[in-house]
């Protein structure tokens, strides 16, 4: 859900970017290719009907904009937030004054993504760590047992947890303290037991007793995406439980409980052999299945009430000015807690930069979001304080994710992922009132980078061929990145070795 760091793309925005020299794309042979031509940001070079821009320097990529505005701004090379490298993330860039919807629905079914109103797409035969726009078709989305959790989780914190009011009180006072002398460890965010009273404490899972001893956020964390983190953090967890005293305490729960079975049937005079045979058939237990509704309906009272709000940010609702602040307030904590950055590198500007201005023309109203399209953030209040917010796109085919932040005091909550399992959840809805609307887009996938593989959890995922523009379930990709971490995905090829060019 993270397309691009702020401070990536604030040179762009301000007309400044390292640019490589025109030697690349002669040595790529792109003798046809018009970006040779560097443009600097300014408003002359605006192109209003753009077209056949090579990009990939090796296809003329059709692309008839209708209306749109952009501006080129040329390749950027810099600093790679994922392999941590200087001057080895190559990006291609556009800046745009306006978008319509289509035209950049049409851009991201070709690999570009916009982060505020800067448009890149990166090049992903030099870059160091390729990115492939993924996207999940929801009809068919299944849920994991790890989505299961998280989901569960939730519920059963806005069924019977403490007021979010008092846990937050506590929380805000901690902070306060902190911003007024930023120096040395962040406060410690609440753990799994802060959330129940003590009665609700004992029947915690094994997971949940893990959380409590990660109480402290290391002020050296590294700046990764916060799914990634949730997703690590719970895979470690599993294999702890693997091999802790959790899981064994589990297991050896089971033993007991069938060792005494056994002995009370032998008590009774059954023979082992029927005695096998009863305890076969008492295995067979009817399978519950509950699906994403199953669990997002189940959210109507509670001691805590969520509310998930859409408004509109381009331009700037009403309802979105009046909660501006708060939300740069809960932007600016969970960047510096989760992502380490400096107080005062979290400015307002550079937050409305990159999460509020939008180039994307707005369609309808958010009163009826079915009919309406643009840039909107959801905000998830739970009893009026604000916990999380989605910045999404809604675009003719699909929900585009452009960030997700939360109050990192929640965050065993999971919020990463349950945030995105809720735009799921979200688009499956738009589709009922929209049909056209059928995929989910996550941004990038990045195979090379391990910790921003969880993007693939989503079932069923499609990853778009870098060279052709058709999509491809993630399974069949996969081995080819195992084997190389730039692939194309489609293997039509002619005889005389050109490939169809899409537009
Ligand atoms: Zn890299």
Redesign the pocket.
């Given at each position: 859900m993270k397309p691009c760091h702020p401070k990536k793309i604030g040179h762009l925005l301000h007309g400044r970017r390292n640019s490589v020299d025109n030697k690349d794309d002669q040595e790529d042979g792109a003798g046809l290719c018009d970006c040779t031509q560097r443009a600097q940001v300014d408003t002359s070079q605006v192109d209003k009907s753009y077209r056949s821009y090579r990009c990939s320097h090796r296809f003329m990529e059709e692309l008839t904009l209708s209306g749109s505005q952009l501006v080129r701004t040329g390749k950027s090379v810099d600093h790679?937030?994922?392999?941590?490298?200087d001057a080895?993330?190559i990006c291609e860039g556009m800046l745009a004054l306006s978008l319509n919807v289509m035209d950049y629905q049409n851009l991201i079914d070709h690999g570009w993504r916009r982060s505020g109103r800067y448009v890149y797409k990166p090049i992903n035969k030099k870059?160091?760590?390729p990115m492939y726009t993924i996207r999940c078709e929801i009809s068919s989305f299944h849920l994991s047992k790890s989505h299961k959790k998280v989901l569960r989780n939730m519920n059963k914190y806005l069924l019977k947890g403490k007021p979010v009011q008092s846990l937050s009180e506590t929380k805000r006072k901690e902070w306060n303290k902190y911003l007024a002398n930023p120096i040395g460890e962040l406060p410690a965010p609440h753990s799994m037991s802060d959330f129940y009273d003590n009665e609700d404490a004992s029947s915690r899972s094994p997971a949940e007793h893990n959380e409590r001893g990660k109480s402290r956020v290391n002020a050296e964390r590294r700046k990764t995406d916060s799914l990634s983190e949730e997703f690590s953090s719970r895979k470690g967890s599993f294999v702890d439980s693997a091999v802790s005293n959790d899981g064994t305490h589990r297991k050896k729960a089971k033993v007991i409980r069938h060792e005494n079975k056994v002995n009370k049937l032998l008590s009774q005079g059954y023979s082992e052999k029927e005695i096998h045979e009863r305890l076969k058939t008492s295995k067979v237990v009817p399978q519950v299945s509950s699906n994403l509704e199953d669990y997002m309906s189940k959210l109507e009272s509670g001691t805590n009430k969520l509310l998930i709000k859409l408004v509109r940010t381009s331009p700037k609702s009403k309802e979105y000015r009046e909660t501006e602040r708060e939300s740069f307030q809960l932007y600016r904590k969970y960047q510096i807690v989760i992502h380490g950055d400096e107080p005062n590198e979290v400015t307002k500007s550079g937050f409305v930069g990159f999460l509020v201005d939008s180039p994307l023309e707005p369609v309808g109203s958010e009163n009826d979001p079915s009919s309406s399209y643009g840039s909107f953030h959801q905000q998830y209040w739970i009893n009026g304080t604000l916990i999380a917010v989605g910045v999404i796109d809604i675009l003719p085919y699909c929900v585009s994710s452009v960030y997700f932040y939360y109050d990192p005091d929640f965050k065993v909550l999971s919020l990463g992922t349950y945030g995105a399992l809720s735009e799921i959840f979200f688009t499956k809805n738009l589709k009922l009132a929209n049909p056209m609307i059928q995929f989910y887009y996550m941004g990038y996938y990045?195979h090379?980078?391990p910790k921003m593989r969880y993007k693939g959890s989503f079932p069923p995922s499609f990853l778009l061929c870098p060279e052709n523009y058709t999509w491809h379930p993630i399974e069949r990709c996969l081995p080819k990145l195992d084997l190389s971490k730039y692939s194309r995905f489609h293997e039509e090829i002619r005889a005389d070795g050109s490939e169809l060019i899409r537009g």
């Amino acid at each position: 859900m993270k397309p691009c760091h702020p401070k990536k793309i604030g040179h762009l925005l301000h007309g400044r970017r390292n640019s490589v020299d025109n030697k690349d794309d002669q040595e790529d042979g792109a003798g046809l290719c018009d970006c040779t031509q560097r443009a600097q940001v300014d408003t002359s070079q605006v192109d209003k009907s753009y077209r056949s821009y090579r990009c990939s320097h090796r296809f003329m990529e059709e692309l008839t904009l209708s209306g749109s505005q952009l501006v080129r701004t040329g390749k950027s090379v810099d600093h790679c937030g994922y392999c941590k490298t200087d001057a080895s993330s190559i990006c291609e860039g556009m800046l745009a004054l306006s978008l319509n919807v289509m035209d950049y629905q049409n851009l991201i079914d070709h690999g570009w993504r916009r982060s505020g109103r800067y448009v890149y797409k990166p090049i992903n035969k030099k870059t160091c760590c390729p990115m492939y726009t993924i996207r999940c078709e929801i009809s068919s989305f299944h849920l994991s047992k790890s989505h299961k959790k998280v989901l569960r989780n939730m519920n059963k914190y806005l069924l019977k947890g403490k007021p979010v009011q008092s846990l937050s009180e506590t929380k805000r006072k901690e902070w306060n303290k902190y911003l007024a002398n930023p120096i040395g460890e962040l406060p410690a965010p609440h753990s799994m037991s802060d959330f129940y009273d003590n009665e609700d404490a004992s029947s915690r899972s094994p997971a949940e007793h893990n959380e409590r001893g990660k109480s402290r956020v290391n002020a050296e964390r590294r700046k990764t995406d916060s799914l990634s983190e949730e997703f690590s953090s719970r895979k470690g967890s599993f294999v702890d439980s693997a091999v802790s005293n959790d899981g064994t305490h589990r297991k050896k729960a089971k033993v007991i409980r069938h060792e005494n079975k056994v002995n009370k049937l032998l008590s009774q005079g059954y023979s082992e052999k029927e005695i096998h045979e009863r305890l076969k058939t008492s295995k067979v237990v009817p399978q519950v299945s509950s699906n994403l509704e199953d669990y997002m309906s189940k959210l109507e009272s509670g001691t805590n009430k969520l509310l998930i709000k859409l408004v509109r940010t381009s331009p700037k609702s009403k309802e979105y000015r009046e909660t501006e602040r708060e939300s740069f307030q809960l932007y600016r904590k969970y960047q510096i807690v989760i992502h380490g950055d400096e107080p005062n590198e979290v400015t307002k500007s550079g937050f409305v930069g990159f999460l509020v201005d939008s180039p994307l023309e707005p369609v309808g109203s958010e009163n009826d979001p079915s009919s309406s399209y643009g840039s909107f953030h959801q905000q998830y209040w739970i009893n009026g304080t604000l916990i999380a917010v989605g910045v999404i796109d809604i675009l003719p085919y699909c929900v585009s994710s452009v960030y997700f932040y939360y109050d990192p005091d929640f965050k065993v909550l999971s919020l990463g992922t349950y945030g995105a399992l809720s735009e799921i959840f979200f688009t499956k809805n738009l589709k009922l009132a929209n049909p056209m609307i059928q995929f989910y887009y996550m941004g990038y996938y990045i195979h090379s980078c391990p910790k921003m593989r969880y993007k693939g959890s989503f079932p069923p995922s499609f990853l778009l061929c870098p060279e052709n523009y058709t999509w491809h379930p993630i399974e069949r990709c996969l081995p080819k990145l195992d084997l190389s971490k730039y692939s194309r995905f489609h293997e039509e090829i002619r005889a005389d070795g050109s490939e169809l060019i899409r537009g």
